[in-house]
């Protein structure tokens, strides 16, 4: 099903939507109102191929790669934790893809995810929905974020285990 996925950040969502929807073709998966705003997009069976992030300016956020093993991610998890400065996001399992990744720091000014384990969606019976539980089940620590917006991400992760979300 190709790559993976890429992630933009984009002044205003409701500007480009038409334009991957209506004109490129893409289909809604799911989307997210906070802690940001976030649209996902897919083309094929894979949960999405495209992300759009509402982050007030247009760019590239991440490239992800999507691998055969999960062992091939904690191969190179390990080699990646020998410069402290690589790994940007840790370990982590998002809640609307499943994907089990983290993220590394690029020679480019974009994060590259690598991962493995996304989700496939029956594309008859798909309906898009809003997610309201965080972006990950467990992990995916931000390296760059404040003290604030890393305890939100903490306890949006501690109330999905409480209320039991699982891939």
Known sequence: LGLGHAVLTVERTESVLPFYRDV???????????????????????????????????????????LLSIDDVGQCYDIALNDADTVRVSLG???????????MRSPSPFL???GWGGRMLDLDQWKPQEV???ASLWGHERSWLGPEERLQAKQ??????????RA
Do not use: C, V, W
């Open 156 to 165: 949006l992760r501690m109330q999905a285990a409480r209320d039991g979300f």
């Open 112 to 114: 590259i995810e690598y």
């Open 93 to 103: 399992r998002h809640l609307n893809d499943y994907m089990m990744s983290f993220y």
């Open 24 to 66: 490129l073709g893409f289909r809604l998966s799911d989307y997210m109102l906070k802690p940001f705003k976030a649209h996902f997009l897919h083309i094929n069976q894979r949960h999405h191929s495209l992300a759009l992030i509402e982050t007030g300016r247009n760019g590239m956020h991440h490239l992800m790669i999507e």
């Open 132 to 134: 309201t539980q965080g």
